[in-house]
């Protein structure tokens, strides 16, 4: 079974890039519409979720906004497979870039001090590592979490790794990562929009608590590196705006801030991201399923599980 799910997507990504991207994105908004139909288990997820943190909505707006948000999802799984084989000259008539420069330090050097970027499920999310294009200045990277199935994960990792970005499997190359931390020009971004699992702070979002991964804060402490938020915006079927947020401020007075107050922040940045476009977020995902832990102040949570749970 393996074996054909991997050559079937072989040939997907094949017919695929031989689309244009318009074309695409198209495509991906049918096959949405139709798992709206089909997939009812998260098709009631996402309307839960969006009930619950838009009370002030109808019945008929949720029920549209799901409809829309599982026509984005497809469009945005199928257009990554697209992006991730263009050309920067080609994809940047695609994209706008939005405060980008912030993160490029304004202190002279031969190198630029190394950054953690919150970012989240938000439109084509796996398009963010090709903002190098505008900051060839750093190394991207950012960490994921492994297929089940090792030929299609191999089959995903190749088409991600074209843009030059450095991945990291959660579970396994803590290691790595943190010998990669040492570097003086590393900008790594870290999704900061799912749940923690039990190990996770407990947070709100929208007003309800949820389990929190800290891994953004719990790293910009451990190497004293900014830590900026970063959202990619869906402006139109096959058109992007990658934005950079505001930074979050890891110290007062020059003492570390606690890592629940630094993930606080994180959780209401991406809320007003969440409600400025509420269908360009990822509804399916369960966030509130756990509430997660509140750590003693003296002793953080260890990164170890970098990127969260699905």
Request: one cysteine or more.
């Amino acid at each position: 079974m393996e074996t054909v799910l991997y050559w079937l997507a072989r040939g997907l990504i094949a017919l695929v890039e031989a689309l244009p991207l318009i074309w695409v994105a198209r495509l991906g908004r049918l096959g949405g519409g139709l798992f709206y139909f089909l997939d009812a288990r998260h098709r009631r997820v996402a309307g839960r979720n969006l009930a619950l943190c838009f009370p002030e909505k109808s019945a008929a707006e949720v029920k549209a906004l799901v409809r829309e948000n599982f026509q984005r999802i497809g469009e945005s799984f199928i257009c990554a497979i697209k992006t991730s084989t263009m050309s920067a000259a080609a994809l940047e008539r695609h994209l706008e870039f939005v405060r980008v420069e912030t993160l490029v330090p304004k202190e002279a050097g031969p190198e630029p001090h190394s950054r953690v970027v919150a970012i989240g499920h938000f439109g084509n999310f796996e398009i963010y590592a090709r903002a190098v294009m505008r900051l060839p200045q750093f190394q991207f990277a950012t960490t994921y979490r492994a297929l089940r199935q090792p030929a299609l994960n191999r089959l995903m990792q190749s088409l991600r790794e074209r843009s030059g970005c450095l991945f990291f499997e959660r579970r396994l190359d803590g290691d790595e990562l943190r010998a990669t931390m040492k570097r003086k020009n590393l900008l790594l971004g870290l999704l900061a929009d799912q749940h923690g699992g039990q190990r996770g702070l407990c947070l709100p979002f929208f007003g309800r608590d949820c389990s929190t991964n800290p891994a953004p804060a719990v790293l910009a402490l451990r190497y004293k590196l900014p830590l900026y938020m970063g959202f990619c915006f869906r402006l139109a079927p096959a058109r992007w705006r990658l934005e950079v947020g505001a930074e979050i401020p890891t110290h007062v007075d020059g003492k570390p801030r606690p890592v629940e107050d630094i993930m606080l922040d994180v959780n209401r940045a991406l809320e007003a991201a969440v409600r400025r476009d509420p269908a360009n977020w990822f509804w399916v995902h369960n966030r509130w399923k756990t509430l997660g832990r509140k750590p003693r102040p003296e002793h953080p949570p260890e990164p170890n599980d970098v990127g969260g749970e699905p």
